[in-house]
Structures are given as C-alpha cells and as structure tokens.
C-alpha cells in the first residue's frame, strides 16, 4: 500500500466513522481540536483502523503510541507502521 | 406546597415525529398497526402474533449531533425528538441557565434493546467485546434515556431513570410532579420512550399477552374493552413533558398547558403480570386524595386498556367501583397506537392533555362489541366526541404489579 493509498483510506474511515467533510481532512489536520474528535472516537478509529489495514493493537504496547497520534497524517504512520510490523500475510 | 404545571410537551408516535402527527394520526382514525414482515422479525419465527406498531415516518436521525447520537440507541434518539419538541414549546434552549438547574426523569423498560442485542451477539459468537463501538454501553444502560438527554440539552440536576416496563413514562411524571410539588427542584424533562425490537413482542408472546387471532386483519388490535380482545401489540414512540412549578413557569412568562394535580404509585402484591382490581381502585383513589379532588369532578379517563382479556377487566371493573355508572367518559388509545410500552404513559398523557384543550375525546378503537365485563361504563367508541371536561385521569399500569394514575387538570391561574 503506497502512503497515497494509506491517506486515502484514512480518510475514508475518517469521514464514514465521524461523519467528517473530506474537505477538512487535510493531512495536517488535527484530530482533536481541530476536527473534533475525543477518546470515545479515537477507541473507534483505531478498531476501525484494525479492520481496514488487518492489524491487532495490543493496548498495554500501543497505548504510548496511540496517545501521541494528533493529526491525519499520524494516523496514517500509524497504520502504515503497525500493518508493516503485521506481516505481509496479514 | 408548589403547584405544577406543564410548559411544553413532545411526541414520537408511531403516526410518526411530532405532537402534530400524533393529533392528526388520532383524529384520522386510522390504525399505526401492520403486520410484520418475516424479515422483521427473522430472529424469532416462533412468534404467534405478527402485528406490531413501529413508526410509519422516521426522524430524521442526523439532526442529533454525532457526538450525542452515538451514545443513543433508537430509544434515546427517539426520546430526545420528543425533548427537544417540548423544550422548544417550553422556549427553552439547550445549554441555558434555566435547564442546567432542571432535572431530569426518563423511563423505557430496559435499555435500547436492539443495542443488547448487538453486543449480546457479538459475545455469544466469540465472547468478543474489544470491536463493539466505544459508547454502546451507554446505549445499553437502563438510564439510557435520561442519561443521554441529560447530556444534550444541558441539564445538570438530578438524572433519574425511570424504570417500571409499561408504567415507566407515567411514572417519570409523577416523580417530576413529586419533585415539583415539594419544591426540591422548580423545572424538570420527564418522559418515557421505547424502541420495537422482535424480543420485546416475544415477551408478551410467552405469557400469551399478545394478540394473535388478527394476524391478517392488523387494523382490528388491539382491541381494548372488546369482548374479542385478544391481547396487546406492541409498538415504540416518545412522549416527554417539561414540568415546572407554576411560580418558575409565570416568573419566564412560559406558556402553561395544563396543570398536574395529583399521582399515585402502588404496587400489586399478587402478580406480577397484572394488577387486581383492588389495587388500581386503590391507586386511583390515591390519585384523587393526591389533588384533594372527587371522583364526580373527573371529566374524563384516559385508560391503560392494552386489550389484554384479564388486564381490561381488572381495570373496568375498579372505575365502575370508583366512579358507578353515571361517571366520566373514558377511552384508551391503544386500538390506535398500539402498546408503545414504556413511552405509552406519557405519549398518552400529551394526547390527552391535547384533548382536554381541544375540548374532545378520541374513542377507543375496535370497540365494536364491550365485554360484558367492561359493562357499565361510559366507554367513548365510534367517533371523536366533543367534550369540555376540567379535570382527567391517565392510568398508566405495568408488569410488575406496578400502577400509576395521574390527575390533570385544565390550567386556571
């Protein structure tokens, strides 16, 4: 999956989970101030991000990292991250 | 002690959103009921009666902030378009001085039930929980209309679930009476709601409470009073209320609707399916003392009458103990509506309110033949009636053994 296509698929999950404009959905944009996201969401997106890039986050692990994602972009280096370190068969 | 008033007043029905729909589905004469397809109630083919009420016209989900919404079940969404009528009735906006210092008293019978079943499912397949949506608990909760009202409209006063099955909506307004009366807050939503879902027509199914000899003629159930009522339908829908005491209602200049002068709550100990005629004469007698008012000054009865064979004579026969045979006119709406369960006491109680201004009663439908049972009685049926009346009962009973009766009268200042 090329980092367009990884974009492109956060977004998606990004405007169907939160019901989020695609115009706003700029790679920098920030998901909690600006785009009005808070932690019952970020529960969603990352079970949302599992079953789109098939990866598992392991809470006790990933939690330091999932609390450092802000903007669209780390969503995408985060998926982009946790599917390479799943394998390709995953 | 304080005289309490209603301000504002909202309907879901199953004629669709809005107290208007609720009016003109009424005055229609038509029937919410229909039969259900199979597919809508695939999971229990075993069920004997096929009827049920859910909403011909749905709301329009999206107008409820995702971040609100995604904590509702169909139950609180469906209750908060019944709120957010009345509070507008009322003028009072979301997020305001005079609603963060209200309270709030909402009833269903359970949680959203369709909520329940999706996580349920997910548990039985593989004992999963990890990918079920972060707020569905909040869907699932017993308090989950109230809760989530609480929250979208800014109350931060007491939260109170309401939880009596079929009497819950009733039962919210008498603790907002109670609350009102003694002072303890001046400004409360109060309301019931319910959400269709196939598990709960089954459960009237399996103690045989539920109609099914009119599976092919839908607009012939339930048929309250009837000597060919078979049992009840089930059916969803709203009825919310903003409450205030009369001094905090005139001091905003508020529009006062009517006024709530009395409720009592008891509890049948013999059954739990049902109520004795002794009990509910008790509680309507409670209801009266409750106003300090007799029973020759009631106008009119809006009944529980769900077209349960045991149920309506049990509740006859305690108004013919009350009132004699000389008393008021009295009609149920669930020939109409169907039983919308935890919403239907107070989805019937703006009905009737409604009535009690536009000086008329609706009629009880599919009473083409009164039990001899239900004799002696002035059961409004065929048509609308004209009829000013000041002061009315609304029964509102429930499994559990539980019955509430509200006293409502025209508001005189």
Redesign the interface.
Known sequence: MTPEETLQRVRQILEEE??LEPERLAPEAGLYEEL?L?S??S??LV?AL??AFGFKVVRAHDEERIRAIRTVQDVCDFAAEKREAAGPAA | MNRVVVTGMGAVSPYGPGLAALREGLASGRSAVRVMAPGELKTLPGLAGRLAAPLAVEPDARRIPRQQRRSMGRLAQLAWFAAAEALEQAGLEPGSEALREAGVAFGSTLGSTSSTAQAFESYAQGRLFEESPAALFFRIMSHSAAANLAQAFGIAGPCQGASAACASGALALGLGFQALRSGSLERMLCGGAEEFHPLVAASFDLIQASSHRYNDRPDQSPRPFDADRDGTVAGEGAGAFVLETESAALGRKAPILAEIEGFASNTDGAALSHSGAESLLECLRGALDSARALPDSIGYVNAHATGTVVGDEAEAQALRRLFGTQGPLISGLKGQLGHTLGASGALETVATIDMMRGEYVEPTRNLDRPDPACEGLRLARGGRIEHRFERCLKNSFAFGGINNVLVLKRYRA
């Open positions: 939160f019901e009005g808070d019952l969401d529960v969603d079970v599992e079953k």
